[in-house]
């Protein structure tokens, strides 16, 4: 194993209080409970978020103005404590109730569920979405239905825009649940990832192997195959993600490229110039194109496809200004 890192019990402690120093004008740390908040809370509805380690910049990176308030970072692909969120919620409730953003793996539905209904006793409003993008499969070894993964970070960018608006908690959710049911992505991976932990690879890849449809944890896609070039892998992709969304010719939609830690950035934009040659001749539209790293598998090599339909509350709500550590957009 080759990781710039110092112990592997130390790698998630360590890394936030880089992200703090690095980033002081944005983000605190709760002392032992791996939990980001935002500097300079404003008083409307706001928004938790998080997971296990190993897929930044989410979620930490995604604390700031329109988007979220707080995010807790669990042990390296694992979920969090229900006492860790529920110290998240605590610390970031300003008296108008917590939307907690939820990827759809057991154990983060139930921690998050938990730390609900231990602040619900502590009479702090909250509420929940699950995020299950994924169209690879319908279940997984981590979950009942689909995977939460790439999306997520649109449901974070728009239903924090939704309550930096001044919506009510019951909008903000409604929100978010309209980008869930509209959020589609699917991944690949060309090799797999270590965990400082483990010391040795998740599951093992030959050279001329890639898998199609993998989780962000390196759970098992839908199948592998020798590996094709880059505009065969994104027709496999998109073909998916289009059989499922059933998007017409005039929709809107806003495309997310986004690599899985090990992809250069030339890969990226090749893969994003291949999807575009096939959504550009059936007449979507692109009103919005992101490309980069935005929830990766630590340093596994790959990348996601993720497409959003828009409607005009939607569009409006992507397109709001937002400041935080790993996204910007005035």
């Known amino acids: 194993m080759k990781k710039i890192i110092n112990n592997p019990e130390q790698v998630v402690t360590e890394m936030l209080e880089g992200v703090v120093k690095a980033h002081p004008d944005y983000v605190t740390c709760i002392p032992d409970k791996h939990v980001l908040v935002r500097k300079n809370l404003t008083k409307k509805v706001t928004l938790v978020s998080g997971g296990g380690s190993g897929h930044e910049p989410s979620h930490g990176g995604y604390v700031g103005k329109g988007m979220l308030d707080a995010a807790v970072a669990g042990e390296v692909f ?7 969120v529920f110290e998240a919620i605590k610390a970031i409730d300003q008296g108008k109730g ?14 998050f569920e938990m730390a609900g209904e231990m602040a619900e006793a502590e009479g702090i409003e909250t509420a929940s979405v699950v995020v299950n993008d994924d169209v690879a499969v319908e279940d997984s070894l981590y979950t009942t239905g689909r995977r939460g993964i790439a999306g997520t970070v649109l449901i974070h960018k728009i239903a924090g825009a939704a309550a930096e608006k001044g919506m009510e908690l019951a909008e903000v959710k409604r929100v978010a649940e309209k980008v869930i049911a509209n959020v589609r992505s699917m991944g690949m991976s060309l090799t797999p990832c270590t965990i400082p932990a483990a010391g040795k690879p998740g599951f093992d890849l030959a050279e001329d192997e890639m898998e ?9 896609g839908t199948h592998r ?3 094709a070039d880059a505009a065969s892998i994104v027709k496999q992709l998109t073909d998916k993600i289009l059989g499922d969304m059933k998007l017409a010719s005039g929709d809107e939609v806003a495309l997310m490229i986004n690599g899985l830690g090990g992809t250069p950035l030339m890969e990226l934009y ?8 096939i959504l550009d001749p059936l007449g979507i539209k692109i009103a919005k194109t992101l490309v980069g790293n935005f929830m990766t598998s630590i340093e596994m090599a790959g ?13 409006e709500l992507l397109n709001a200004p937002a400041d935080t550590p790993a996204f910007k957009q005035v």
């Open 225 to 227: 195959e020798k590996i």
């Open 98 to 111: 917590v939307l907690m953003v939820i990827k759809n793996y057991t154990g983060d539905i139930l921690n």
């Open 212 to 220: 199609i449809g993998l989780g962000i944890h390196g759970e098992p």
């Open 270 to 277: 090749i893969a994003n110039n291949e999807v575009r040659k």
């Open 303 to 315: 990348f996601s496809v993720t497409i959003l339909k828009l409607d005009d509350e939607i569009k």
């Open 78 to 84: 694992t979920s969090p404590t229900p006492d860790q």
